[in-house]
């Protein structure tokens, strides 16, 4: 059974921010990481719990010959038929809140971290949780890190940022930040240890 009195600490941070790495660092500390994305990627993989409904709903065409989910397909179907996304949530989604509860369920360390990309943006997760914490850089090291990392055109890289939520609507809801603007690596550690201490881990 899981851990009664776990701190529920929700995780994120725009693109390019090091939210990832804050959350393996503190899995390392001992903290249990329920990363929304990977569950909500493993639904739509070969064998995945939302391929059936998906294949009845969209059709086989948006099957891969493994049985996952075509990206690129459901993308360009999506941005042609805006309405397409809403049925595809509402198939993966269920899913996800279902495999995120079994793992939290599963857990016995002091702290639960739930890292979720649209924590800001999603009504019902802000009263699931202790606290949230927002890994935070600005906009140019976004950018440039971005760029490095994933090779992308400027051009590219803005428009991912801009679909995300604005820097000051997820810092209006964070109870701690993270500020992560310098390439120091040490840095950052420095603050993930300061942060894990308070958090018992």
């Known amino acids: 059974m899981g851990h009664t009195s776990a701190i529920r600490l929700g995780l994120t941070g725009g693109i390019g921010s090091g939210k990832s790495t804050v959350g393996a660092w503190l899995r390392e500390r001992g903290a249990t990481l329920i990363d929304a994305d990977a569950i909500s990627r493993a639904t739509t993989q070969a064998?995945?719990?939302?391929?059936?409904?998906?294949?009845?709903?969209?059709?086989?065409?948006?099957?891969t010959a493994e049985g996952a989910l075509n990206r690129q397909r459901m993308r360009d179907h999506v941005f042609a038929h805006p309405p397409a996304r809403q049925v595809l949530e509402a198939i993966v989604h269920p899913l996800v809140g279902t495999e995120?509860?079994?793992?939290?369920l599963a857990s016995t360390s002091r702290c639960l971290v739930f890292d979720v990309p649209l924590l800001v943006e999603s009504?019902?997760?802000?009263?699931?949780?202790?606290?949230?914490?927002?890994?935070?850089?600005?906009?140019?090291?976004?950018?440039?890190?971005?760029?490095?990392r994933n090779g992308w055109d400027p051009e590219t890289t803005q428009a991912v940022i801009q679909a995300q939520s604005p820097r000051t609507r997820r810092l209006a809801a964070a109870d701690w930040v993270?500020?992560?603007?310098?390439?120091k690596l040490e840095h950052l550690q420095h603050l993930v240890k300061q942060l894990a201490d308070r958090l018992g881990l």
Not at 100 to 104: G, K, Y
Not at 123 to 147: E, F, I, P, Y
């Open 47 to 63: 064998g995945g719990a939302a391929m059936p409904a998906i294949a009845q709903h969209f059709g086989a065409e948006f099957v």
């Open 100 to 104: 995120i509860q079994r793992q939290a």
């Open 123 to 148: 009504a019902h997760w802000r009263h699931q949780l202790d606290r949230v914490l927002v890994v935070d850089c600005s906009v140019n090291t976004q950018l440039r890190r971005v760029s490095a």
């Open 178 to 183: 993270i500020f992560n603007d310098g390439d």
